[in-house]
């Protein structure tokens, strides 16, 4: 058949997604909803990017990559309708963190329990606790409604940005004198020193300092930290603050329920279909070219990969003004998060705690003092990974039993700090040791584990880009860093899901109002797109 004939039977949509992590979903899902002729390109087998669910070990599925929900829209829920495709979340019962000396401090969604727990270590904490409680409340109520908002350009004069920079203001304004003064702390200090003002027990505030960690190369005490606590203290399950669950069936049920909706909605989804590079004419994005060599023609291109592969791997850079592509470059990554996911026979047994228990069915966290966490940042800083490092641990499997056979388990441990860039060595060379040092970390707690190990995954930052191209491994498409937030991200002058290039927008989780498993940047930037090109076909 002729070339022309074949280029008249190729089909044209109104809006090519590359990506099908859970942004580039929802981004079709809105999309799809409101008329639009929506293709999904995504290079692996399996949708999700990092919300997915691989049987790594037969017999045992893990969430690989991300192994919570907290943060997840109500509104796409909502919208999307994401119960009746499959989606349930199932509660984390609470925090334990074993210490040293054979003690612990167990955190648990009973109130009344946790504030007697609380009242063991301090009696002063078990009240500083209520009062921090009611605290966070304001902050978190002030920064939500940021959460579902286009950022707003400080510099520009056009009426939107001004009215949303009022809006801004007005909110701050009606607060408290105290509220003020706690969202200033909140926005510029670091998460332990934040807390240092309301706590004295060590082991507490080490515990809610890893909060402020996750996802950032910095150290407990690194200004801005506390910042990232609020952010992940906002996790809402059913409207709560501060709750954290599972997804039956692993963090891969999410991607797949949103993948649904899409897909009712008309959306079109393609697996193993990696893209090469963004076709570009006179300065607007035409579609898409596909590792194979196939073309796919779109009237809108939406990415929700990284700047970095975006702008620097699908595009040339003829293509965009200098200015923006050194800003793309100093965008800071620096993946500093590992994985080891383990197959069990058994439940490890904790020596504070010896036996099974409702302590097994939330999270258990490896954080003992404010000393250790920052000794572990320490490592870090001069490029190696933690000898003894911060876990965060759960086993789904108590509360899924779908995801392990009868009697068995799986245990997922989110590590930090792994740096992407290591001083000496390479990860390949490294990632056994990695492995180990998680596992004697535990055994320090839970001596039997050893014993009852059957198979392991070892996931470090350069296994996070090979696999889900995640950049530099960054969980987060970029750090959390205040430099880095509402209108400063990804790029300053960009942050409102356009780009330089007419007709290319950018739905990852490098947009505000970030990562984790929130789908938000996917929403909003789908607004954006409706905005400029109307509803129904372009």
């Given at each position: ?45 399996v949708l999700g990017g990092a919300a997915v669910t691989e049987e790594i070990i037969p017999g045992f ?310 000393e250790y966490m920052e000794r572990a940042y320490d490592q870090a800083k001069y490029g190696e990974f ?153």
């Open positions: 058949m002729p070339a022309s004939k074949k280029m008249l039977m190729a089909k044209h949509y109104d809006v090519i997604v590359i990506g099908g992590g859970h942004n580039g979903l929802v981004n079709a899902a809105y999309l799809a909803r409101a008329g639009k002729k929506v293709l999904v390109l995504e290079r692996r087998y599925k893990f969430s690989v990559f991300s192994y919570v929900v907290s943060l997840l829209r109500p509104e796409i829920i909502r919208d999307l309708d994401l119960p009746r495709h499959g989606l349930e979340i199932l509660p984390l019962d609470g925090t334990m963190t074993p210490m040293p000396n054979g003690d612990y401090l167990w955190r648990m969604n009973d109130h009344a329990k946790t504030r007697r727990e609380l009242q063991r270590h301090s009696k002063l904490d078990a009240e500083a606790y209520e009062e921090f409680g009611k605290s966070m409340v304001p902050m978190c109520r002030f920064v939500k409604p940021i959460l579902g908002m286009v950022p707003p350009d400080p510099t520009s004069l056009d009426p939107r940005d001004l009215k949303a920079l009022a809006f801004l203001g007005k909110r701050f304004l009606s607060l408290g004198a105290e509220d003020k003064y706690n969202l200033v702390k909140l926005m510029t200090m670091s998460a332990a020193d934040f807390l240092d003002q309301w706590f004295e027990t060590d082991v507490l505030k080490a515990t809610m300092s890893a909060s402020g960690i996750i996802g950032t190369f910095l150290g407990i005490r690194s200004p801005g930290t506390a910042y990232v606590l609020l952010h992940h203290y906002m996790g809402e399950i059913d409207g709560a603050f501060r709750s954290w669950g599972f997804s039956r069936g692993g963090t891969g049920a999410i991607s797949n329920a949103i993948g649904d909706a899409a897909r009712e909605a008309g959306a079109e989804i393609r697996l193993e279909a990696p893209v090469a590079r963004i076709l570009i004419k006179n300065g607007s994005a035409q579609g898409v070219v596909l590792e194979n060599g196939e073309e796919i023609r779109a009237n809108v291109v939406s990415s929700s990969v990284a700047p970095s592969l975006t702008f620097l791997n699908f595009i040339d850079s003829r293509e965009l003004p200098d200015d923006f592509l050194e800003d793309v470059r100093r965008y800071k990554y620096r993946g500093s998060s590992g994985k080891v996911n383990l197959a069990l026979d058994a439940l490890p047994n904790f020596t504070c705690l010896p036996g099974p228990g409702r302590h097994l069915r939330g999270a258990i966290s490896i954080s003992p003092s404010t933690s000898r003894r490092p911060y876990i965060d641990m759960v086993i789904p499997s108590l509360t899924d039993p779908s995801l392990a056979p009868p009697g068995k388990h799986v245990l997922s441990c989110f590590v930090q700090y792994a740096p992407y860039k290591l001083s000496q060595g390479t990860w390949d060379e490294q990632r056994d040791a990695f492995g180990d040092a998680v596992i004697d970390t535990i055994s320090e707690y839970a001596p039997n584990l050893k014993n009852i190990i059957v198979g392991k995954q070892v996931i470090t930052p350069l296994d996070i880009e090979r696999q889900i191209g995640l950049s530099e491994g960054n969980i987060f498409q970029g750090e959390l860093s205040l430099e880095q937030l509402f209108f400063l991200r990804p790029v300053a002058g960009w942050a409102r899901y356009r780009t330089p290039i007419r007709k290319l927008y950018m739905c990852g989780s490098a947009m505000h109002p970030g990562g984790g498993i929130m789908g938000a940047p996917g929403r909003l930037a789908a607004l954006e797109i409706l905005k400029d090109t109307g509803k129904g076909k372009n």
